[in-house]
């Protein structure tokens, strides 16, 4: 059973850091696709980054490249989000997500490409 769990939210002044730390639990961790996701109040949920795993290629969204990095550590079986220069508009519930998807079906911009989610971590940028 796959189980997802984030940690590393909280309240920050713009231009702020934050880790936010998605640890997986009974996952083929080396094989498939990870990504990260935020909705803020009234929104979507918005793709931020991904990581497909076997193929080795990554996403990230035009409005938070250049400040946030994902990453993977196989050992601790935990996928990343590093955020710097933190905005206000980067507020919101931020979910950890995992899936099977893999070549042309890797959309890490779509939510039902990812089988698993985490319960979310809240992120608040005043």
């Known amino acids: 059973h796959v189980q997802l769990v984030e940690s590393g939210g909280g309240t920050v002044q713009a231009g702020g850091s934050l880790k936010l730390t998605c640890r997986i639990t009974?996952?083929?961790?080396?094989?498939?696709?990870l990504g990260w996701f935020r909705q803020a109040p009234g929104k979507e949920r918005e793709a931020v980054a991904g990581?497909?795993?076997?193929?080795?290629?990554?996403y990230v969204s035009e409005a938070v490249k250049g400040r946030f990095t994902s990453s993977r550590d196989n050992r601790k079986n935990t996928f990343d989000l590093q955020m710097i220069s933190l905005k206000p508009e980067d507020t919101g519930m931020y979910y950890c997500?995992?899936?099977?998807?893999?070549?042309?079906?890797?959309?890490?911009?779509?939510?039902?490409?990812?089988?698993?989610w985490g319960q979310g971590t809240q992120v608040t940028v005043s």
């Open positions: 997500a995992a899936g099977r998807s893999f070549g042309v079906a890797w959309n890490p911009t779509d939510p039902a490409t990812y089988n698993w």
């Open positions: 990581h497909q795993i076997l193929e080795r290629r990554d």
């Open positions: 009974d996952y083929t961790f080396e094989r498939y696709c």
